[in-house]
């Protein structure tokens, strides 16, 4: 009889049960044990946010499967085929002889396992700031099942009133919005000067916190948390410039690689944290692999050199998968990440892909970006909602590098197919082709990522010349600039950009063009932008070459608008 | 002082003022005449079902831009900087003159336009079946916006209450849903043996009509209509099986190229209609292109040898984009299309992309399918809606071919990021590889068109060993087969497959597995088809080797299924 295989998996949340599922599949005598820290194992953890909101009302949804069969070792055992050790800790990696050194949590009982394979899934560890008051009552980490149940019994016995949310990255952001369907008043504090810094640029991400502020977030930018106020429990939070009450403190200032198991190993980690692995998810050692949050990725086409640390649910599928077909001699290489992140905030979708004009400016490329704002389908339709699009592109080679969106629109469907053509380095052109499913209920004749698209082609080919947001706002309150509204009365009594205009409806703009100075800028603008660039040309081909159009109009201005009506 | 460039165009709804607002901006001196025969132009096409299903009460709307402006000559004139001459007939194209000859509909006054360069944009033409009544009172074709308004003045001053909807194509779909919305009881007859032919495959078509059905829409297939009932006006269709009541008949039975200026020109067009254009949409003389629906189309990667006609308003804007940019000395092809087609049906999404499985028939591809059903985010969002996907892949290449996808899930997204796909040659491990946007409000962890491919890929690797439906149905009816169902008792209870079935929840196969015969097939299945898979390989295990899953689960089923909760 032939020697089973023995697969040691040490993590039990989403790389480590999907690997050892996937590989029973494959394998089907492989002997394969998973070992977890914790008494759960194959949780929803990034539903968290959603239990804390109320949208189901019992913490073990996030535990069972579809059907609501509990996710125990025994089920593991009878319908996925693999054993499941919880409440132990994998103590060392002994690499020599092949075997984890093992400790029960409950009985303090040790052990070792043997393997022919490692699969380290050791996940992610909340970052702790070093800060006052971080262990007081009332504190949470959102990073397991119990902290949310304990945060909702706690707002419902004590009836809280405030939170303080710490960290506006994705967790932030989710749970800002849980807490206030909860009833709550949230401060939200972040030490950068926007949400989701390192996920999106400055101008998106000050549209977007534009529709928290609407929905009642009270937003702190630019502030660093120093300590959390109270004695037995929190009661508040202290930053650099002021202190905030709340009941509840919620932190989630990000995760850092839980690499130290790899690390007293003499794997090869870096230095700021994650596992190094190749395309098959190997380590340095060829027969331990790591997959999940514990481990760092590489970019699709290595445009970004360094290896990224981008923990997501999504990835560490991808590398479970990976890992599985690897160990049962089915070598598929992961091509790597493009950096997608989305997330739903009250009405709005916030998501980027691909490079940030950031990550652009960092990498010495010669880029271009362009906006694209407007309703998701046609004017004629109910229910068409708006989004605001930024595009930023290779001005050498036309290829697209990343897009961000942001709006009440339809923003995953754009965000997908963009990660698609950015997988396949596609250029603009090809970008514009694609056959893009069309109805009326669904989206306008030309979809707005490939009208994005034909306005960037419009700029690297020297036809549109459009200015963003960010330069117009500086250049209007810098320089003597004429501000063009090209839109009709009817739309200007409705909403205005809070600065002196010259109004020309577009229709009147080629008979009134000589009332324009040519001496001067002219930034033309409109409700979306597409009458500026039209403004532009006409002025154009009337002998103004001074004339820009502010992309993405009043819809995609990131700031405060004038509202009328 | 140069002569100005003359360009004629002949069409004004989609691609005809695309075109001549595009080169307007590319080439300020050109002088654009556009030529139309109807009295209005640039409307919304594609929405007339929405207004006569209620969404907007004015027909208008359609004529109108977003911020409510006509879209007459003299807003041509004034906001885009082109002539349009309306209730103009193009009488015929005097190739060795340059010049089109024209005549006013309303004077019967005769001209003629000098072009350098010609662009027709004829559209297409309703087909008129030559059946008997077909020019009777309350018969209508739905491609102009006065028939939408005449039908809906007639629903309400005679109060309609049955309507026969003839053709069951994108047009008959959303028509049925309007008159179903508006209060009517509906007919949708369709000659062939299934919805949306020539788009779907007969699987799926049969899986989205449950839907039409259970929405109230009276199916009539497989019938041919011979003529039209009444006296002056109809009364009712007449098939070749029976004779159906209606008091409003409306016909959309496909839609041919308006080629005939064309063809009396000389240039080359297929035998079946359509005109031949290069990517730059030239016709086969280069002064001339032509696009819209009155062109004919190359399949994406030329796999489709034969130029393909799919009338779409999405591709009309496309060879717009592509004229005006060739005009304007600036040479971009067009990469072609994919045959993308999507309607909403009542709550049903359903679409599709690339090529489906009949056309991978006839072009004799290597080619295999797989389906994915489930929900469209983690089981524990409300919201959450369901879906079922189908994929075609070569099998050598192992690249996508084609999906098509039906439900209430998000169905767009998916079929988008498939077309971004096919538009690059992806193969299903690239697909598998795009980092799709994730959070539990948009899509499970795995995205389904991923976990599509990847079903794809096992049964590709001999490790999945799945049977269509269809398939599964011919063989229970018809052989000594083991129908395994390995849901829960709970499941069971609410909805089952309307055979005789051996039930083993999947948690207790490898302890009953001996209760199952080893000489007969076993076909196992669940809700969605995830544990029909895990069954099957655990019985390979176990020494069976003649057991397959029914891909799609009950979920995916697309025959009638016993509900009982």
Redesign the interface.
């Known amino acids: 009889m032939e020697s089973k295989l023995r697969v040691v998996i040490i993590g039990g949340v ?1 790389c480590g049960p999907k690997t050892a599922a996937r590989l ?3 394998h ?2 492989a002997e394969i044990t998973m070992v977890e820290r914790d008494a759960i194992v194959s949780y ?1 953890a ?2 968290l946010p ?2 804390v909101e109320g ?2 009302s019992s913490i073990n ?2 535990i069972e ?5 509990a996710r125990t070792p025994a ?1 593991f055992d ?4 693999f054993k499941v050790l919880t409440r132990t800790e994998a103590v060392k990696v002994d690499r020599d002889n092949q075997k984890v050194d093992i400790r029960n949590l409950e009985t303090n009982e040790t052990g070792s396992l043997p393997y022919d394979k490692l699969v380290l899934a050791t996940g992610g560890l909340a970052f702790h700031p070093p800060i006052p008051g971080i262990d007081l009552k009332n504190v949470w980490f959102m990073t397991h099942p119990n902290h949310a149940e304990s945060l909702v019994k706690e707002i419902q016995d004590k009836g809280f009133k405030t939170a303080a949310m710490v960290g506006a990255g ?1 967790i932030g952001i ?1 749970m800002a919005e849980a807490l206030t369907h909860r009833g709550l008043s949230v401060h939200l504090i972040e030490m950068a000067d926007q949400i989701m810094p390192g996920v999106l640029d400055h101008d998106i991400a000050t549209f977007a916190s534009k529709h928290l502020k609407q929905k009642g977030v009270k937003l702190v930018l630019g502030e660093r948390v120093t300590g959390i106020l109270g004695d037995t429990q929190a009661s508040g939070v202290q930053t650099n410039q002021q202190n905030i009450d709340a009941e509840a403190v919620i932190i989630a200032v990000g995760t850092r690689p839980n690499d130290s198991l790899a690390r007293d190993a003499g794997l090869e980690c870096m230095a700021r944290g994650g596992i190094v692995v190749n395309s098959y998810c190997q380590t340095s050692d060829p027969n331990i692999y790591a997959g999940g949050d514990c481990a760092v990725n590489t970019y ?1 086409d290595r445009l970004i050199g360094n290896p990224m640390y981008v923990p ?7 590398h479970g ?1 990976i890992i599985a077909n690897h160990i049962a001699g ?1 070598a ?1 290489p ?11 905030a009250f009405d709005f ?1 916030i ?1 980027r ?1 691909g490079m940030s004009e950031r990550q652009a400016i960092d990498l010495n490329l010669d880029y271009e970006t362009t906006y694209w704002s407007g ?1 998701d389908r ?5 229910g068409s909602k708006p989004l605001l699009i930024k595009m930023i592109a290779c001005k050498k080679t036309r290829k697209l590098l990343g897009i961000q969106a942001a709006g009440m629109g ?4 754009r ?3 963009a ?3 950015i ?2 380095g ?1 250029t603009l ?15 306008p ?3 707005p990522l490939a009208t994005c698209a ?1 306005i960037m082609l419009n700029k690297l ?1 020297g ?1 549109a010349n459009g200015i963003s947001a960010y330069k117009a706002k500086e250049r209007i309150e810098n320089d003597d600039v004429v501000l063009l509204d090209v ?2 009365p ?2 200007i009594e409705t909403m205005q950009l809070p600065y002196p205009c010259t109004h020309i409806p ?3 703009l ?2 009134k063009a000589e009332t324009l100075p040519k001496d001067k800028d002219i930034l033309a603008f409109c ?1 979306v932008s597409m ?1 500026g ?2 403004a532009q ?2 002025l ?2 009337k002998g103004f070459d001074r004339v820009y159009f502010i992309e993405g109009g009043i819809i995609g201005w990131p700031f405060e608008v004038k509202m009328l009506k």
């Not at 499967?65 to 069969?69: A, D, L």
């Not at 997501?312 to 991808?318: W, Y």
């Open positions: 989403a029973r599949r494959l089907p005598n929803g990034c539903g959603y239990y949208l189901f949804t996030l499967t579809p059907v609501g069969v089920f009878k319908a996925k085929g994705f989710e699709i997501l649910g999504s990835t560490a599928n991808k998968r089915n598929v992961f091509g790597g990440i493009t950096g997608t992140g989305i997330v739903k979708n998501s892909t309703p046609p004017h004629y339709m109910p339809d923003v995953a469907r965000i997908d197919t990660a698609a053509v997988r396949f596609g052109d090809e970008l514009a082709d694609i056959d893009f499913a069309y109805a009326p209920p669904f989206s004749p030309i979809d034909h080919d036809i839109r009709t009817g739309e577009l229709g009147a080629r008979e409700k009458r660039y039209e040309r006409i154009n081909a």
